[in-house]
């Protein structure tokens, strides 16, 4: 979902939301085989202006590192700075400045590209909190939150061997264009992907075959 994946700065223009005084949330997740290492992270509720400045930042810079077509991305460069935008967003997380849903959702994106399962539980995590902090539907914030909860829900499910929910995820088979749809549950409904800004599966499939249309074009001299 391009569209989601370009949102960079002006996603972080929209007010905190919430007010009053509520209880950090801390989580301990088992990432020490992550990059970096994981350990306790901690949700904050006071806002802190500061951080999320430092957090748009951030998140712009992993957009920005997509941008353009993928065949001309070097996707070395971009997992060396991914581990490096981790690691400041970690930074972060274990002292509890982030606190906003903007916060929330520009974290679950840079952990969604992390290199463990824990990297993508904290992602859903994230992303869950997000909602949970009180965006409103309707809402740009409100939309991503959604969906990149059951992408990260999708590849954390992955990660661990099992079918993905909501139908995110593709993978490349073998040589040249070959995209598919990763193993999904087909209990499924589309009426549970509509509620996560999820396309139909029947729309899911279909977006494989584009995938290999574009993938093509790219190889045609």
């Known amino acids: 979902m391009k569209r ?5 700065l002006a996603l972080f223009s929209l007010a905190h939301a919430g007010g ?3 209880t950090p949330i801390t989580v301990t997740l088992q990432g020490a085989g992550c990059t970096p290492a994981l350990g306790t992270v901690t949700f904050g509720m006071t806002f802190d202006a500061a951080a999320s400045v430092q957090m748009a930042e951030i998140f712009a810079s992993d ?3 997509r941008s353009g077509s993928p065949g001309a991305i070097d996707w070395n460069t971009v997992a060396r700075e991914d581990r490096e935008r981790r690691e400041q967003t970690l930074k972060l997380l ?4 982030l606190s906003t849903p903007a916060d929330f959702v520009g974290a679950a994106f840079l952990f969604q590209h992390g290199d463990c399962p824990a990297a993508y539980e904290l992602a859903n995590k994230l992303a869950a909190q ?14 991503t939150a959604r969906w990149i909860y059951a992408a990260t829900y999708d590849r954390w499910q ?9 139908g995110t995820q593709y993978l490349s088979m073998g040589q ?6 990763e193993p ?3 209990a499924t409904t589309d009426a549970e992907r509509a509620d996560y800004e999820v396309p139909t599966l029947e729309e899911a499939l279909a977006r494989a075959d584009q995938f290999n249309a574009e993938c093509e074009s790219r190889q045609t001299p």
């Open 158 to 166: 992955r990660s661990l061997g099992k079918p993905q929910k909501y």
């Open 20 to 22: 009053g005084v509520r």
């Open 4 to 8: 989601l994946w370009l949102l960079g």
């Open 176 to 181: 040249g264009c070959n995209f598919k749809l």
């Open 184 to 186: 999904y549950d087909p």
């Open 130 to 143: 997000a909602i949970a902090a009180g965006e409103r539907p309707g809402g740009t914030l409100h939309s």
């Open 63 to 65: 957009q920005a590192a």
């Open 94 to 97: 274990q002292s509890g400045r």
